[in-house]
């Protein structure tokens, strides 16, 4: 009871355009302002195949640097429930929009049959509009390209995987691609306001417009609009076919990237090719009201599942995340800098990265450095 009390009282506070100029969710302000001193509940989703164990890694490096957060752990289950048409349950989304906030494990999907997938219904019903994937060289692991550093803002929930597909006639199917002003607007917005908020110099629009005139036209002209109200930030336009051969020739002319659903599906694993990997990438949804579901984005495993040598690291980072949405900077950073180390340091890591360590060893490693 004291606990609500304090959270109803932080969000009367900071809901006062005063003390809140940004118009910051009363949510995400309240828990700035209680963070330090109250446990923040955040629901989990371990996930499929190798999921729960490096969901396991994630509760154990926060528990050894003293991390304020109570899961509230949801698990796929093995009936489709109507009420989502996919084996995630009601009350599992009910939870992450009473909470807040969350983390996922990897996930299987069914290819071409079976279930909706459990990814585009955590999109579609918890309205996660923008996918956040942060794309950066680790120190100490090298790879084909140094100082990788940008972001690639994904819009969710649309374009081609709206999911309206039908068959027009025997061996004729259709699928619909969809783009409203409502979500092109509501991405570009957020890409612009994070690469201000973040010190960044650039956006760059990722398109095929020249071929989509009237649904790829229509994200550009939003982006366009929302452009002349950040004159600060300097902004482009690139065709999808042309930023991929730039990125592989020179990652550092990009630095924000803000692109139509699918395209960001693409760009955003390339992006993650450049550092070593899905393995090495976190990232984080974005939803209405301040919610955000960070994600490891890397698939279930099942092949090394249950043999204790998966790497947790890109569900650590999205952890970090995670935290850096909670205001937790002090203890994101801590987290973060010992996974670097440990990586850097070569001694503890996993097949996947040239060592030999288990997820095991990986994770006290981190921990030891904590």
Not at 202 to 220: C, E, P, W, Y
């Amino acid at each position: 009871m004291a606990m609500q009390l304090l959270r109803r009282r932080a969000t009367q506070i900071l809901s006062r355009s005063d003390l809140n100029p940004n118009h910051t969710s009363p949510l995400s302000l309240a828990r700035a302002f209680c963070s330090a001193t109250a446990t923040i509940r955040a629901t989990l989703f371990p996930g499929d195949g190798i999921g729960p164990e490096i969901a396991e890694s994630v509760k154990q490096v926060f528990q050894a640097a003293d991390v304020p957060i109570e899961w509230e752990e949801h698990y796929v289950g093995d009936q489709i429930d109507p009420r989502t048409q996919s084996f995630l349950t009601w009350e599992s989304l009910e939870s992450v929009r009473r909470n807040g906030v969350g983390l996922k494990g990897p996930m299987a999907t069914p290819i071409g049959k079976g279930h909706r997938s459990l990814n585009l219904t955590l999109r579609k019903e918890l309205n996660l509009y923008a996918n956040v994937r942060p794309c950066s060289s680790l120190p100490g692991y090298k790879t084909r390209y140094d100082n990788v550093n940008l972001i690639t803002i994904r819009e969710n929930t649309e374009g081609e995987y709206s999911g309206l597909e039908h068959q027009v006639v025997r061996g004729v199917v259709e699928s619909l691609k969809i783009i409203t002003r409502q979500a092109s607007l509501r991405v570009a917005e957020y890409a612009f306001h994070y690469a201000k908020t973040h010190g960044r110099e650039r956006v760059s629009a990722i398109h095929k417009a020249n071929i989509m005139q009237k649904t790829d036209g229509l994200f550009l002209k939003c982006c366009r609009e929302v452009a002349e109200k950040y004159p600060e930030i300097t902004y482009e336009e690139v065709v999808i076919d042309n930023c991929c051969m730039m990125l592989v020739k020179n990652p550092a002319l990009f630095d924000v990237l803000v692109m139509p659903n699918l395209y960001g599906d693409i760009i955003s694993d390339l992006c993650a090719g450049l550092v070593g990997g899905l393995g090495l990438t976190p990232s984080c949804n974005i939803g209405e009201g301040g919610i955000a579901l960070a994600e490891a984005v890397h698939g279930s495993a099942p092949d090394i599942a249950g043999k204790n040598l998966a790497n947790p690291t890109a569900l650590l980072l999205s952890a970090v995340s995670m935290l850096r949405h909670l205001n937790l900077h002090d203890k994101a950073d801590r987290i973060q800098n010992a996974i670097l180390k440990t990586i850097a340091e070569g001694n503890h890591r996993t097949a996947d990265l040239g060592g030999s360590a288990t997820t095991t060893d990986f994770t006290n490693a981190i921990c030891d450095h904590l």
